[in-house]
């Protein structure tokens, strides 16, 4: 892989890019920023295609993350690249002054991060490759699995909301039966048929 596979990255809250890093010059980075105006601003991944280079984006919790790369560099390792500055920025800054910080404030202490980053994932593309197959597999299964539970705990209230609702029939049933037993049987009823009824639901949804 060539040393300029990976050209031009930056940081951003918003539209506001906190920190950036390259070591060439071009128009690549006024075309990042005017992708970086037009993105979704839910959390996801995006990748441009623009003059032989690919524009990629990871959106995470109101910041972006942008990479802009050669086509030949593909996709993975970009993505990776993201995901790897993402959390280092994220451990660094979490809660922290990024949230009011202007632009270009981070410069100092995160360009070099950035250079960092694209230092090693242009000499270990191999590597960065494969530990994001790993990991969009993991994510994969994750979201397989979560669905699968999900599934589950619908049908489990499904099945636990009929039992209820068949325990609540027979116990009022009873207690129906009770009570024109009671009313038949009871010389006083149509003077105390309220307070006799009344004791008789309360009955029911205290055993419920």
């Not at 539209?15 to 690549?28: M, P, R």
């Not at 996709?75 to 451990?91: G, H, N, Y």
């Not at 960092?116 to 299964?141: F, G, I, N, R, T």
Request: with cysteine; glycine share 4%.
């Amino acid at each position: 892989m060539a040393q300029k596979s990976l050209i031009y990255a930056f940081v951003a809250r918003g539209t506001v890019i906190l920190a950036e890093y390259t070591e060439y010059s071009g128009n690549f980075n006024s075309i990042a920023f005017q992708c970086l105006q037009k993105l979704p601003t839910a959390n996801n991944k995006f990748t441009y295609n623009c003059d032989g280079h690919t524009f990629n984006y990871l959106v995470d919790n109101g910041y972006t993350y942008c990479v802009v790369a050669t086509e030949s560099a593909g996709r993975q390792v970009p993505i990776a690249f993201l995901e790897r500055i993402k959390d280092d920025f994220v451990s660094k800054y979490a809660g922290g002054k990024a949230s009011t910080a202007p632009a270009n404030s981070l410069n100092k202490e995160f360009g070099s991060k950035l250079k960092e980053h694209m230092q090693y994932c242009v000499d270990h593309p191999e590597e960065v490759s494969k530990l994001a197959k790993v990991k969009a597999q993991v994510s994969e299964v994750k979201g397989v699995m979560m669905e699968n539970i999900e599934k589950v705990s619908i049908q489990f209230c499904l099945v636990r909301s009929w039992k209820l609702s068949l325990d609540l029939f027979n116990i009022l049933k009873s207690t129906s039966d009770e009570l024109l037993y009671l009313a038949s049987s009871c010389t006083y009823f149509s003077s105390n048929k309220m307070e006799l009824f009344s004791i008789l639901i309360f009955k029911a949804f205290n055993t419920f």
